[in-house]
């Protein structure tokens, strides 16, 4: 008789079997998607031919209550979010709905083709409902430490334990510069990763999910997770658009102030994308280095892409663009080189 404790599949097995009457051998289970964190997704089919996505979260590394506590508040304000169907957070599992194997992504063309283009256009459209009706006033504030820490990411990670390199010249500078752009932004609610991979598509109609770790923060966040996200490199003029775009109608609806012109707000834009492009260059070497995750170092080039692109519309700040062209491009393509 084996004494070994029960695992994690097993422990969830038992909790749907238990839920939904049936005997633990009939619950069919099917893994659907892991992520960057320590939460694992399955499919579950019912006898009655619904199924169901199961959430794991297992409470010693991740904490499920800020999730149940969004959806129940978004869902309430009218946002498209899954329903809760099942919660135990002592154990870290959740019963939600099924929004299908679509995500946002795989509706994408070329960069430049009218799907692309109208996709982006309904993503941003869900930004201004996700900021007109769910209030941040109860989520964690998006302050001058939450946004340094994210900073601090890229010469911890990216630089000393990737590319062992020292901090560049203007680094200082530029933390203090991209903190204070964003501490002038209005307060609204924050996904905080607005990203294709986390709108899944259903029925032609765009739902959130991986909202956790919402914030109060920035106005621009949001729209700069979306447009300078892992998966479309839009040009300046294209990108330009849509932010003024996202201003007019923020300013319309109330949550811009009016005095915010066009140059202004696309150089906040511009500071809030380089200040997530140097976060996800330091997650993403962190994810490889510390949590033994693949496939992220491949997408270092499109982020230091999306970093000097947002640095050129930000002048002050020539001496890091400098060693961005001559001393970690050059590094970081070398390195790639060497890594399997």
Known sequence: MSDAAPSRHDLLRQWVAERH??????????????????????????????????MDAPPAQEDSCPFVTIARRWAAAGLPVPALHGVDLAQGFLELDDLGDIPLQSCFGREG???????????????????????????????????????DLFPEWCLGEWLAMD?????????????????????????????AMNLMVQEGTLHLIDFQDAVAGPISYDLISLLRGRYC?????RFAAWVEAFRARAQAEGRLPARVDAAGFL???????????????????????RDAKSGYLARLPHFLAHLEESLAGLPGHEAFEAWLA?????????????TP
Not at 30 to 50: I, K, N
Not at 326 to 338: I, K, S
């Open 267 to 289: 150089a906040q834009a511009q500071a809030m994308a380089a200040q997530r492009s140097l976060k996800v260059l330091g997650v993403f070497c962190r994810l490889t280095l």
């Open 21 to 54: 009457g049936l005997p633990c051998q009939a619950v069919d289970l099917r893994l659907a998607a892991g992520d960057a964190s320590f939460r694992r997704y399955y499919r579950l089919r019912l006898p009655s031919g619904d199924t169901r996505m199961l």
């Open 113 to 151: 083709d009218g799907t692309t283009l109208d996709w982006h256009e309904r993503a941003i459209a869900l930004i201004h409902e996700l900021q007109n009706r769910a209030g941040p006033v109860e989520l964690p504030p998006f302050d001058a430490d939450l946004l340094g820490r994210e900073l």
């Open 167 to 195: 901090t560049p010249p203007g680094w200082e500078a530029l933390r203090e510069a991209l903190i204070v752009s964003a501490l002038e932004q209005p307060v609204v609610t924050v996904h905080r990763d607005f990203d």
């Open 233 to 237: 490199r839009f040009d300046a003029t």
């Open 326 to 338: 001559g001393t970690l491009r050059p590094a970081l393509l070398a390195r790639l080189g060497e």
